[in-house]
């Protein structure tokens, strides 16, 4: 006695419809952009001096995993298309790129305020185990979904999709917050619960999509 076909399962829906690594590129890309920003934006003697918070450490932490990433965790799975349309190895030739046009920019024109913006002040020491267990609770909780059974369902996937969204809005308010806010004042603003949410959150992400 024949059975019937089983109907085939329906196509896995990456986040907001991109090809698979397109939000991780992006997210990294905009990890990055605050980093290199950092480095190489004019000095204000009447702002505050701009140094690479820790947060941002356990971001460029999550960029080098994504760099490190291949196969189907990266770009497309045979006949699929890679991040953003582009071609095969663009986005991490990119990152490379940059980074070294950054650091070496920098490097000739002032090594010591590279090292200077690259140190960590005083004050922000005490935040990272706060940030590393922000860092590997929300890695852990993204592998627990993405092991789960639940990986096709379309309601999983939607959660994915507006953890992306969610991920980049917080990226964009700490740029605003780190970059544009806190220099221009007197007394910066303490955003210690906002980098473990944001730092949370981009490494749930990361840790559901690796």
């Known amino acids: 006695m024949s059975q019937a076909p089983s109907a085939p399962r329906a196509p896995y829906r990456h986040p907001l419809g991109l090809p698979a690594g397109s939000i991780r590129a992006l997210l990294s890309f905009l990890i990055l952009g605050m980093f290199w920003l950092i480095l190489v934006v004019p000095e204000q003697p ?3 001096p701009v140094h690479v918070p820790p947060a941002l450490y356990c971001l460029l932490g999550l960029v080098l995993h994504f760099f490190g990433s291949h196969g189907q965790s990266i770009g497309g799975a045979p006949g699929q298309p890679h991040p953003w349309h582009l071609p095969r190895g663009s986005i991490r ?7 070294l046009a950054v650091v070496g920019y920098e490097y000739t024109v002032s090594p ?7 140190t960590p002040s005083a004050d922000k020491l005490k935040e990272w185990p706060y940030l590393v267990g922000a ?3 929300g890695f852990c909780f993204g592998l627990f979904l993405r092991l789960g059974p639940w990986k096709r369902l379309p309601a999983y996937q939607d959660l994915l999709a507006w953890i992306s969204l969610a991920a980049i809005l917080l990226l964009v308010i700490y740029f605003v917050v780190h970059i544009v806010i806190n220099p221009s004042i007197s007394v910066p603003i303490d955003a210690l619960t906002l980098e473990c949410i944001l730092v949370g959150v981009v490494s749930c992400y990361f840790g559901a999509r690796s």
């Open 135 to 137: 860092l590997g609770g």
């Open 93 to 99: 030739f990119i990152m490379v790129l940059g980074t």
């Open 46 to 48: 009447d702002k505050q």
């Open 112 to 118: 010591d305020r590279m090292l200077e913006r690259l």
